[in-house]
């Protein structure tokens, strides 16, 4: 802590007791530093370099971008917020910086995200890329290098679905009963139990940034290529389990349509990746899986009683997850299939432009209480609705997303009935795919 007042400082605590008058300020700052460091007066014209500088940073930083569309402030503003998720010293990308905000006022649903998520980082990877910020992909990729463990090393296969910012894999979940939660939502927990859970669709998001790390960066090296293999291998064994879903439900294993889909995604890209390059692959192998893949979907994924693509296997709930069919271009945005199915969404998850995820009493989750909308999903409809052609229905629902970021354009993971943002904050999901909507829109209205 650096400041232009004196500070007195215990190593616990920082304070300052002083008076301004009107027209006076006073400025305090604070650095990242190694080691016991004391606190600090500065003049005001240190405070003021310091300011300059931090502020020439960020203005350097964003010009990298090349996003020259429409909503050109709100896609940065959700960059920035990308950025601040980074970890610089291992180039992790955390899911939030916030812990046990509840979805629900003074309900349950209370969760750590302070963690680097695969599913989410790897997405945050693609999203910066398209915008042109390599720096912090290649970050992410060592990341991976470093710390994630070779296959075999974790019981649930090659990956597990999140870890610390150091790399650590212990996320323990504990409950802490003596703090009372914001607005006395409990309980309060450190770690996060879903660390064990089994999500199949993490290899899917995962191998996709890194074709598109590969084709727009940097391209990989032979060790990366056969330890992705490795990868590619383990998935075309293991698709078909079942396993707890990007949702990481607690009411059990399912044998979801998301997760097949991302299977699917993996596989495909690195065969993308392998053609592209004439690099070494099982290809009979890798294009069989692929293809059965495909099937099983369309036909078990299917409903005809619903007419719509659902959640999972052997029943017929509806899940938002199933946006992502075209964005990965598993299907054609306008197949008749799919223009049912977001008929079906519509009709069902979305309220005005807020999007639920699923309904809970049709799927229970292990959890009580309910949620509000998942921003995520909500853009994701209007990149869903973009590219179906639905042009002025996608940009009324941005739009309207727009109007419900705070004053410093920040989201959390849900939106509640009222409007009050909910769930941890500020999240990155939500921001990548204000991004990758308004990219896409944009591009489409011309």
């Known amino acids: 802590m650096t400041a232009t007042v004196t500070l007195r400082g215990d190593g616990r605590d920082v304070e300052a007791e002083f008076t301004l008058h009107e027209g006076e300020s006073a400025v305090f700052t604070l650095d990242r530093i190694d080691g016991d460091a004391e606190p600090r007066g500065c003049s005001a014209d240190e405070a003021e370099a310091l300011f300059a500088a931090t502020v020439t940073y960020w203005r350097q930083w964003l010009a990298a971008s ?49 963690f680097v998520w695969i599913r989410d980082a790897a997405f945050c990877v693609y999203t910066l890329l398209r ?3 390599t720096s912090e992909a290649a970050a992410f990729m060592d990341f991976l ?33 003596h703090l009372e939660g914001y607005r006395g ?34 391209p990989l090296s032979s060790d990366a290529w056969e330890g992705l293999c490795g990868v590619v291998d383990w998935v075309c064994d293991h698709w078909d389990q079942p396993d707890e879903g990007i949702w990481e439900t607690r009411g059990g294993r399912k044998r979801f349509l998301y997760s097949r889909l991302m299977c699917w995604v993996a596989v495909e890209r690195a065969i993308r990746m392998a053609n592209r390059r004439g690099l070494p692959a099982d290809r009979l192998k890798w294009e069989r899986t692929r293809d059965d ?7 078990r994924g299917w409903s005809d009683r619903r007419s719509a693509f659902v959640q999972h296997e052997d029943d017929d709930v509806l899940d938002a997850a199933v946006l992502m069919m075209p964005l990965a271009k598993f299907i054609s945005p306008t197949d008749p299939k799919w223009l049912a199915t977001l008929d079906a969404l519509g009709a069902e998850l979305v309220s005005d432009s807020l999007v639920y995820r699923y309904d809970p009493e049709a799927s229970p989750d292990g959890l009580t209480g309910e949620e509000g909308t998942f921003s995520i999903c909500s853009f994701w409809y209007v990149e869903a609705l973009t590219r179906a052609g639905r042009l002025d229905d996608a940009r009324m629902a941005f739009e309207k ?36 909507a308004a990219v896409n829109l944009d591009r489409s209205l011309g």
């Open 131 to 133: 915008l042109s910020f």
């Open 401 to 436: 997303m727009l109007t419900y970021a705070n004053h410093l354009g920040l989201y959390a993971e849900q939106i509640g009935r009222d409007g009050e943002q909910q769930g941890y904050f500020p999240q990155a999901f939500t921001h990548l795919s204000l991004i990758s």
């Open 293 to 299: 893949i495909y099937r099983r979907i369309m036909r």
């Open 145 to 177: 290098a470093r710390h994630i463990p070779p296959p075999g090393h974790h019981p649930g296969g090659p990956l597990q679905i999140m870890y610390g910012i150091d790399g650590r894999t212990d996320l323990t979940e504990e409950e802490l009963p």
């Open 185 to 218: 939502a409990s309980p309060v927990r450190i770690g996060n139990g879903a660390a064990e859970q089994l999500q199949l669709d993490i290899y899917g998001e995962l191998i996709d940034s890194v074709y598109l790390y590969d084709k727009w960066a940097e």
């Open 66 to 114: 090349r996003y020259r569309g429409r909503w050109r402030e709100m896609v940065h503003r959700s960059a920035l917020t990308l950025k601040l998720l980074t970890y610089a010293p291992t180039g992790a990308i955390v899911a939030a910086p916030t812990t046990s905000l509840p979805e629900q006022p003074g309900g349950e649903r209370n969760w750590d995200y302070r």
